[in-house]
Nanobody, 126 residues
């Protein structure tokens, strides 16, 4: 499976963006079992977990810095993971990556646990 992100761009504070992550090379049944997450990395900062969607039940987890503003969802039929980002702030600026692993997850996992990563999409908020 390969992951390809899109939807990044430059926006002003308070505006919204929607990121997409499409999985290529897998099947519906395999993608449905993937644990998926969004991470971001700003220049000079460590990679930060933004959101996770759990394999079991589809529950979600959000980092404290984005809770209440970001929403992630997974459409297994379309092999697509999305991240709706509202009320963007300059501190949300960074490269956003989606990541996945064909394994069950029911709590947030660190980046190295994931086996597949996208190339990233840049989000800039001014």
């Amino acid at each position: 499976v390969q992951l390809v992100e899109s939807g990044g761009g430059s926006v002003k504070a308070g505006e919204s963006l929607k990121l997409s992550c499409v999985a290529f090379g897998g099947t519906y049944s395999s993608y449905r079992s993937y644990c998926m997450a969004w991470f971001r990395q700003a220049p000079g900062k460590e990679r930060e977990g933004v959101a996770t969607i759990y394999t079991i039940g589809g529950s979600t987890y959000y980092g404290d810095s984005v809770k209440g503003r970001f929403t992630t969802s997974k459409d297994s039929a379309q092999n697509t993971l999305t991240l709706q980002m509202n009320s963007l702030q300059p501190e949300d600026t960074g490269m956003y990556f989606c990541a996945g692993r064909d394994a069950y997850c029911f709590y947030p996992r660190d980046g190295p646990w994931y086996s597949v990563w996208g190339q990233g999409t840049q989000v800039t908020v001014s």
